[in-house]
């Protein structure tokens, strides 16, 4: 299988965080899906409490990424992961621990806190361990990135028939695992002395304005892709009038993944740069929401109306697994190799900053459809976010903002980021 045979090419870290992703996304989508409805049928709160217990899990998340990734290269990755798995055990074992507002204010927040330490450190890890091989790597993360996102679900739902406690338990226990598992295999980096403090750090970055411009280009990848559990999901639904539809958009793009991830990643590394394969895969996936938009609003739910659904769904994983290992390539090359993870980091806080934003722009525009009647309004937002975001990646790529692809040596002088046609 090449998933297996390109996997023994790189180191034994880089393996082992391989499957630790599949672990973390397996043990935290095994967990989180249900977290509200546990916390709304279960324990009697509110809905106003349960927005913010899960509030205070995205904001310690998606707000202290920053700091995960200036962490990581302050303090060495190896030691951040493994702190962030072990939070992560932490916090998802206090879910388990009972029922009390500030036992589950605390667990919110200490697996959030997780996250925003181990995404931008084990990404800085997997740039640091395969070198040339980046978008390669990337791409086998991807792979076992949907598969763990795929399983968790299953076995939530089967833990669930005993109880919440029971899906927590063992959420905290595959955590727990895995922080062994990091303990005792995981190399750690030399962390170069840094030259300058954390805020100089973040000044040079916050200040690197073609990074700061192909994030924000970027908001439609992470906007579009966050459709896969909000408009598809009810797309699916009110088109079959099945609701274990939903199940199959998910398994059609895991195993799509699996069979073609690595096969497009190669392909296109040999054909052309990283800026033009993120715009391409922006493009794609704005394209996906056409297909649904024929069947928005039918009179009548069919079993053939999901194939559209499907096959939107499809187009929108098509151009995930094109642009996103590019991305994830690209981010380094923007400045020092050893302010990868701040890089990260702040990539990531902008991404979490637009997801947020697209979600809640098409949930409007899907209330406004419900009630004005333009059904093909939601999809058509996502179709021009998704050219919009192409447009924007293709016109830094023409301009030569964008970076070919290989980080600069860590001694580089901040000067050096300066592209080849200033950005005004």
């Known amino acids: 299988m090449k998933i297996v045979s390109s996997m023994r090419g790189f180191p034994l870290a880089v393996r082992l965080l391989l499957v630790n992703q599949l672990g973390v996304n397996t043990g935290f989508y095994l967990l989180i899906p249900y977290l509200a409805t546990h916390l709304t049928d279960d324990l009697g709160l509110s809905a106003a409490v349960v927005g913010i217990v899960l509030g205070l899990r995205n904001l310690s998340q998606q707000g202290l990424f920053l ?40 667990a919110s927040i200490l697996s959030g806190l997780a996250g925003a330490l181990f995404n931008p450190a084990v990404r800085t890890y997997v740039a640091q361990e395969a070198g040339a091989r980046k978008a390669e790597a990337f791409a086998l993360f991807n792979v076992f990135a949907t598969t763990g996102a795929l399983l968790g679900p299953l076995l939530g739902t089967l833990l669930l028939l005993v109880d919440f406690r029971a899906a927590a338990v063992t959420a905290a226990g595959v955590f727990a695992v895995l922080t062994l598992a990091q303990l005792l295999v995981l190399p750690a980096h030399k962390v170069p002395a840094p030259d300058t403090g954390v805020l100089g750090d973040w000044r040079e970055v916050a200040g690197n304005r073609r990074f700061l ?14 459709q896969l559990y909000l408009l598809l999901p009810r797309a699916a639904t009110e088109a079959s009038g099945w609701s274990g539809s939903v199940g199959l958009l998910f398994l059609a793009g895991t195993v799509a993944n699996l069979l073609f991830q690595l096969r497009i990643t190669r392909a296109l590394k040999a054909r052309g740069s990283s800026g033009r394969w993120i715009a391409t895969g922006l493009g794609v996936m704005g394209l996906g929401f056409l297909p649904p938009m024929l069947v928005a609003g039918s009179a009548t739910a069919h079993a053939l109306h999901l194939l559209p659904v499907l096959a939107g769904s499809l187009l929108l994983h098509l151009g995930v697994m094109v642009a996103q290992p590019f991305v994830m390539e690209l981010i380094p090359a923007f400045g020092r190799a050893n302010l990868t993870g701040t890089f990260y980091g702040l990539f990531y806080a902008v991404s979490g900053v637009a997801a947020a934003a697209g979600s809640a722009a098409i949930g409007w525009s899907m209330d406004t459809a419900g009630d004005t009647g333009l059904t093909w309004l939601p999809y058509g937002c996502c179709l021009a976010l998704g050219l919009v975001s192409a447009a924007a990646v293709a016109h830094l790529q023409r301009q030569g903002v964008l970076p070919l692809g290989q980080a600069p040596h860590p001694t580089a002088p901040a000067s050096a980021d300066r592209p080849r046609s200033e950005i005004r």
């Open 213 to 226: 411009v192909f994030s924000c280009a970027m908001v439609g990848m992470y906007g579009l892709e966050n």
């Open 67 to 106: 700091i995960g990734g200036s962490a990581a290269d302050r303090l060495g990755a190896r030691g951040v992961i493994i702190g962030g798995c072990a939070l992560r055990t932490l916090g998802f074992g206090l879910f388990a621990l009972g029922d009390s507002l500030p036992l589950l204010l605390a």
